[in-house]
């Protein structure tokens, strides 16, 4: 007898969610993006249970029309990417067509959304990918998508979810690295019934970083703007004064995502060499702008590491960057003194 076949479609279809949904953050990732890959100005995400047993997040972006509404929750169903090539210069944050398949998969998903240029909305429900309801409904432009029970029929996976609270944290530091990357969106979160952010949405970095990190970090901060070799760089980061114990307050962003890069902080902390003290760390909130050419984001589902076609302008860009906002502060503070 044959030992080998082909996956049962509902077997494989759980197995591929898992690739992309791992824990609440993880959905809250997807759909936030999905927010901003909508042009919305305005993001609210409320979570209960750390977002276990309740997830929603609403915008007021381009909303979906009645005859996308069922192929948007279809694996490999995208608005972003049509052609090979479109591969090559991704500016949208998602591209796979993957994201609401595997949530629908493993949760109780609701979707209501309008489009500007139709009258009545549309009211889309499924559980675990089945039981599949399409209505009309009243709302406003924009999306809800509301994400019960994760993993409530996939218990192998629900065992390794953490405590409520651990889960509610993560999605936290996930909101604020989001309001960090697009200062321009005004984002909320309500947690177990409380708003633990809020940013205004100005456009200003200096705006979101407060409302992120609050008053005492917002005050030790020097502005950086530079351009070399094809590479902006442009945020804020820590005065000598404002040096920490470790690496977590480094937060690098390129093409509006939050990413790790080891490049970048080795270029931050070698322009910080002999301006603080050994064992101390600087904080900095710095956003990278090169070509999407040179930048590739197609490494993992999770996105959070990039690869660089080229880590050396990246490097110079950001140590060259910190090492003139380092000596523009020291002026400013000798000009200070004579005056
Ligand atoms: P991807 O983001 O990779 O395209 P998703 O599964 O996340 O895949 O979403 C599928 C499609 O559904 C998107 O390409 C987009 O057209 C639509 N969509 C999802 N969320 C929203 C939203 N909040 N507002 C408008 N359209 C959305
Ligand atoms: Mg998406």
């Known amino acids: 007898m044959a030992k080998i076949h082909v996956l049962d479609k509902h077997v494989a279809e759980l197995i591929a969610a898992g690739e992309v949904v791992e824990r609440p953050s993880s959905v809250i990732k997807e759909l936030v993006e999905n927010s901003i890959d909508a042009g919305a100005s305005i993001v609210t995400v409320e979570i209960r249970r750390g977002g276990v047993t309740y997830m929603r997040v609403t915008d007021n972006g381009c909303g979906i029309s009645r005859e996308d509404v069922a192929t948007a929750f279809l694996r490999h169903a995208t608005s972003k990417v049509r052609e090979k090539d479109d591969l090559d210069a991704i500016l949208t944050l998602g591209f796979r067509g993957e994201a609401l398949a595997s949530i629908s998969a493993v949760a109780h998903v609701d979707l209501i959304t309008k489009t500007a240029d139709s009258e009545i909305g549309t009211h889309y429900a499924s559980s675990g990918g089945s039981d599949i309801q399409i209505e009309d409904a009243g709302c406003p432009n924009g999306t809800t998508i509301t994400v019960r029970d994760i993993f409530y029929n996939v218990p192998a996976r629900m065992k390794f979810l953490k405590k409520d609270t651990a889960e509610g944290n ?38 979101a970083i407060y409302a992120v990190f609050g008053k005492e970090f917002s005050t030790n901060l020097l502005p950086v703007d530079y351009a070399l070799g094809g590479v902006r760089v442009w945020g804020f980061i820590s005065s000598p004064l404002g040096s920490r114990p470790n690496r977590s307050m480094q937060n690098f962003f390129i093409n509006g995502r939050f990413v790790r890069s080891r490049t970048a902080a080795v270029a931050l902390e070698e322009a910080y060499k002999g301006s603080i003290m050994v064992g101390k760390f600087p904080a900095c909130v710095l956003h990278l702008e090169l070509s999407s050419a040179a930048v590739d984001v197609n490494v993992h589902p999770a996105k959070l590491e990039v690869r660089f076609v080229n880590e050396r302008p990246v490097f110079d860009a950001v140590y060259h960057g910190v090492k003139s906002a380092l000596s523009a502060s020291r002026e400013m503070k000798s000009i200070d003194l004579t005056a």
Not at 196 to 203: A, E, I, K, M, S
């Open 170 to 207: 993560a999605v936290a530091g996930l909101m604020d690295k989001i309001a960090l990357s697009h200062p321009e969106i005004s984002f909320r979160l309500i947690r177990e019934g409380k708003e633990t952010l809020h940013t205004p949405g100005d456009g200003k970095l200096v705006s």
